[in-house]
């Protein structure tokens, strides 16, 4: 079975440029999440998807951060402007519903802005 | 977000020991856990899960331990070997289902 796709794998830009994520969850998994994991800390859950539709955004810097699912398959995160606090790594993850089943991660993309 | 805490940021122990790596979690409404090992440059992978009407489950050399009146939860490595070097995060789906909230993770060293 085909783990959860991202790309890319790295990208650097500079403040106030923009960025994409994209991001292939496994086939038939319902549920998508983005995560921003900071060097050092835990996942931070930005926003979860269930189908087409946002689950929560509650943490999503919504004047710079944007996502979409528009089919219920892939999704894309964008950033713009970027900031030199967004330096992460971004990690989608996937699971077969919202009703307690383990999420699978991709490898993420990691970000620098400088 | 919840608040998800491990007692030791980092752990050293020698291959072949048993690992035990500890986490606290703050929301008692919490039903569901999981333990994830996350490799330098990759995703977290699921190792264990634990639902709250357990106490115990052990999947090959991990096992998972969940005290639901201190909200306490643990990983029990058996044997432990070079490639469980890894950092390891517990996470909780506090009262949301699915949505989990991460601890800030504990470094394992396996000595050889």
């Known amino acids: 079975e085909a783990g959860v796709a991202q790309s890319p794998r790295y990208k650097i830009i500079e403040k106030r440029q923009s960025v994409a994520f994209w991001c292939n969850p496994i086939?038939?998994?319902?549920?998508l999440y983005w995560y921003q994991q900071i060097l050092g800390q835990g996942p931070k859950l930005l926003i979860q998807?269930?189908?087409?539709?946002?689950?929560?955004d509650s943490q999503l810097p919504k004047d710079r951060f944007s996502a979409e699912r528009l089919k219920g398959v892939d999704s894309t995160l964008k950033i713009q402007p970027a900031k030199l606090e967004d330096s992460a790594v971004y990690l989608c993850a996937s699971s077969l519903s919202f009703l307690n089943t383990e999420a699978f991660f991709g490898q993420g993309t990691r970000l620098t802005v400088v | 977000g919840e608040n998800v805490g491990l007692h030791l940021p980092t752990l050293s122990v020698q291959e072949g020991d048993n690992s035990i790596i500890n986490c606290a979690y703050s929301n008692s409404a919490s039903d569901y856990f999981i333990w994830y090992k996350q490799e330098s440059g990759k995703g977290p992978q699921f190792i264990i899960d634990?639902?709250?009407?357990?106490d115990k489950r052990q999947g090959q050399r991990v096992t998972v331990l969940l005290n639901k009146t201190v909200k306490h939860l643990s990983l029990q490595i058996a044997a432990t070997q070079p490639g469980d070097s890894a950092v390891y995060f517990c996470?909780?789906?506090?009262?949301?289902?699915?949505?989990?909230?991460f601890g800030s993770g504990t470094k394992l060293n396996v000595k050889p």
């Open positions: 998807f269930q189908n087409n539709g946002v689950v929560d």
């Open positions: 086939s038939g998994h319902a549920t």
């Open positions: 996470a909780e789906n506090g009262y949301n289902f699915n949505k989990f909230y």
């Open positions: 634990i639902r709250s009407n357990m």
